[in-house]
């Protein structure tokens, strides 16, 4: 392929652009706020899960302080209507009366042991409700933190974007001075070897680091100048300039 050495130099500058767009496109994979939201994240989904399960517990002891109460009025009303009864002297049989006393007396014991469950409960409620409102407002935190670390990422993406647009609208112009066939060329090295041109500076080519032979320098310095040269080691376009040692 031929190609004035203009246009060759060119290739230097479109991938100096190139690997400036490369660092863009790494740095906006790599930035630390996603990695944070990522954990962030993670640990939102595991607390919401475990706030489900706390605010459950809290709502089943809910509902049996509520049954447990319930029973108690039901054994109270019970008892309070027998005592009425006792009181009323409605109830004049020994035997009647005895019956009655001993049932009056069951449902003071009935009543006492359900306020003991009640109370039970209600501790138990106590501790759910602390260690749900406890979860939640972990939760809230880390969504708040989730939702800075999102402002500081979409801050970055907004900084790092409109950089690589401003380089690949400079990009654009380089291109517009690159022969199609020669540009074709550098597009398909690009796409196997990320680099795609490389100078050769003192005898080596600055793509893969490698000092030419004697032999190579050689058939260099006889190829014409709009000769397109490729390195033999990594074949990407070798690029002569004064700095090449020719």
Do not use: W
């Amino acid at each position: 392929m031929k190609a004035a050495p203009e246009s060759q130099k060119r290739l230097l500058d479109l991938a100096e652009l190139d690997s400036v767009i490369d660092r863009l496109a790494h740095r906006r994979r790599t930035l630390p706020e996603l990695a944070e939201i990522d954990e962030q994240t993670k640990r939102f989904a595991k607390l919401a899960t475990e706030v489900i399960e706390a605010e459950t517990e809290a709502g089943d002891l809910a509902r049996e302080q509520s049954k447990a109460e319930s029973d108690v009025d039901t054994v109270r009303t019970r008892a309070d209507r027998d005592q009425k009864r006792l009181d009323s002297g409605a109830v004049t049989s020994p035997k009647d009366l005895a019956s009655l006393q001993s049932e009056i007396t069951s449902l003071h014991r009935r009543q006492g042991d359900l306020e003991e469950v009640v109370l039970e409960i209600m501790e138990r409620r106590e501790a759910a409700d602390a260690k749900a409102g406890d979860l939640v407002a972990q939760r809230d935190k880390l969504a708040a933190g989730r939702a800075a670390a999102e402002d500081k990422r979409d801050a970055s993406f907004t900084e790092i974007d409109k950089e690589a647009a401003d380089v690949r609208s400079r990009r654009e112009g380089v291109a517009g001075d690159i022969p199609a066939d020669l540009l074709a060329l550098y597009g398909k090295l690009r796409d196997q070897y990320g680099v795609a041109a490389a100078m050769l500076h003192g005898g080596r080519c600055q793509g893969c680091k490698v000092s030419l032979s004697i032999a190579e320098m050689n058939r260099i310095k006889a190829a014409p100048h709009d000769e397109v040269l490729r390195c033999e080691e990594c074949r990407r376009i070798l690029v002569r300039t004064p700095e090449s040692g020719l």
